[in-house]
T-cell receptor, first 112, second 112 residues
């Protein structure tokens, strides 16, 4: 079945460590790609999105993601995490103007 | 303030009762969505509506019903036919179908 895979369920990092969260999808054709974040007790909010153009996308709060078409991947990165980045992160893919599909989420815990 | 409101934040119901979750938006968005979020499964689409008086089933529509009588409102009814209704329910909206989605704060439903 076609899907969106987030490989890590729970990631624990110390402050200032670098972050990379994996996201792979299995849809062919044109895709729109998204990363959403859900801070404890807050709304799900958009971190960044890719529709076309430069495959390296900059988002809010120092996050970025790179679309690698050949690898069907859209990994999220941040060079130096902060305690306030503790949250759950969701990758989402919208294939060919169809419904958006979400990954299972990755819980990030940043230790102060 | 522009945004999406969902009420109530927490809802408890007895097994066998229907319950309706509210979702209102003042963003003037045409499209609205209902998702269910379960631990380890990400968000799954229940129903969506492209415009007023129109709605379509998502991946897990069984046991749920919706209406879209007004542009601002997209209530979700969890019926007694839903076998596992305890979950976190998220409402979202977008300017048009397949555009970036904005999410409400969610309603946590517990069926006792």
């Amino acid at each position: 079945a076609q899907s969106v895979s987030q490989h890590n369920h729970h990631v624990i990092l110390s402050e200032a460590a670098s972050l990379e969260l994996g996201c792979n999808y299995s849809y062919g054709g044109t895709v729109n790609l998204f990363w959403y974040v859900q801070y404890p007790g807050q709304h799900l909010q958009l971190l960044l999105k890719y529709f076309s153009g430069d495959p390296l996308v900059k988002g809010i709060k120092g996050f970025e993601a790179e679309f690698i078409k050949s690898k069907f991947s859209f990994n999220l990165r941040k060079p130096s995490v902060q305690w306030s980045d503790t949250a759950e992160y969701f990758c989402a893919v919208r294939p060919d103007n169809n419904d958006m599909r979400f990954g299972a989420g990755t819980r990030l815990t940043v230790k102060p | 303030d522009g945004g999406i409101t969902q009420s109530p934040k927490y809802l408890f119901r007895k097994e066998g009762q229907n319950v309706t979750l509210s979702c209102e938006q003042n963003l003037n968005h045409d499209a609205m969505y209902w998702y269910r979020q379960d631990p380890g499964q990400g968000l799954r689409l229940i129903y969506y509506s492209q415009i007023v008086n129109d709605f379509q089933k998502g991946d897990i529509a069984e046991g749920y019903s919706v209406s879209r009588e007004k542009k601002e409102s997209f209530p979700l009814t969890v019926t007694s036919a839903q076998k596992n209704p305890t979950a976190f329910y998220l409402c979202a909206s977008s300017i048009a179908l397949y555009n970036e989605q904005f999410f409400g704060p969610g309603t946590r439903l517990t069926v006792l």
